[in-house]
C-alpha cells in the first residue's frame, strides 16, 4: 500500500498559533490529483489518565466549548513548543491536579483526524500518583476534581460521560493497563 | 458551572462541503470576551466495530494521508445530510465489507475537538455479523480486510497500530462490551 503524496501547499488561514489551514495538491497512488484537500493544523496535545497507588482515577467534571453541559475529563493540554510529549504530561499532570509520580507509561500517539490531520494527541498513563504542591493551571475552563474508583470510570465510559473523543479514547485505553 | 456564550459568528473559510471555519466572539461565566475564537466544522461520522459470532473483528489495513505507514482501521464514514447515525454506520459496513446485522449497540458520540469542534464521532457495536453481500465501497484509501482475535485486538492498541484516534478510542470502548 502506498501514501498520498503531497505535490504543493499554501496556507488559506492562520489563527495565531492555535489554528491553521492549508490547501494542499495530493496525488493518488493511482496517479489522481486532488487540488485543494484542506490539510488543518492545531498544536499537538498531551493526555494523562492518573492513578493513585489504591487505584483512584483523577478527572475532572467540567464544562468545555464543544461540548453540551459538564463533562467529565482527563488531565490534558497543548504541548509547548520545543518540549517533550512525555515533559508536558508531567508539567499539565502537576499543574492540574499538583499530583505527581515517577511511574509513566506511553500509551501512543494517534492523528486526531484521518484525513484533515487536526493536531496529534499523545497519551500517557501516570501510576502511584501522590499530591505534592499546590494546583496552578491557567485553563479558561472551570473544573473541579473527582476522584473515581475502576467500576465507576467503567460505568461512566459505557455512558458516555467523557465527552470529548480523546479523553474516552485515553480512559478506556488505559483500563487495559490498570 | 456555566457554558461560554456565543455572541456572534462569521465564516472566515469554506472547502465546499468538507471543511468551513467560523470565528467567534464568545463570552466566559466570568464575563470575559474573547473574540476570532476559530471553530471548525467538519461532516460528522460514524466508526463501527464489526464482530462475527465466532468473535473475529472486521478491521481493515489501509493508508491514511494524515498517517505514517499502514494502519489498522475500523469502519467507518461521513454521515451523509439527512442521514441518522445509526443508519449511515449500516450502510457503510455494507458498503465497506458487504457484511450486514440486526445487532447494534450505540457507543455514544463524542466531540472530536473539545475546542474547535473539527466534527462529531458516533460510535457503533455490531455484533454477530454474517456477510451477506459483496463490498461496494468508494473510500479513496487502498484498504484491505483483516479479521482479528479478541488477543489480537488488544495487542494492536497495545502497540498503537490503530493509528487514528477515533479507531482506537472505538476499539477499546468496544472491548468493555465483547
Known sequence: MQAWKTLNKRTVLENGKWVTVEYRTLELPNGQTIEDWAWIILPEYVNVVAVTEVGRFLCFEQTKYAVDGVSLATVGGYIEVGEEPLAAAQRELLEETGYSTTEWLNLGHYAVDGNRGAGV??????????????????????????????????????????KVLAWSAIMALALMHV
Open 121 to 162: 494527541a499523545h497519551f500517557f498513563l501516570a501510576t502511584g500518583v501522590v499530591k505534592t504542591q499546590e494546583i496552578n493551571a491557567d485553563d479558561l475552563e472551570e473544573q473541579q476534581i473527582v476522584m473515581l474508583d475502576r467500576p465507576e470510570v467503567e460505568a461512566a465510559l459505557r455512558a458516555g460521560a467523557f
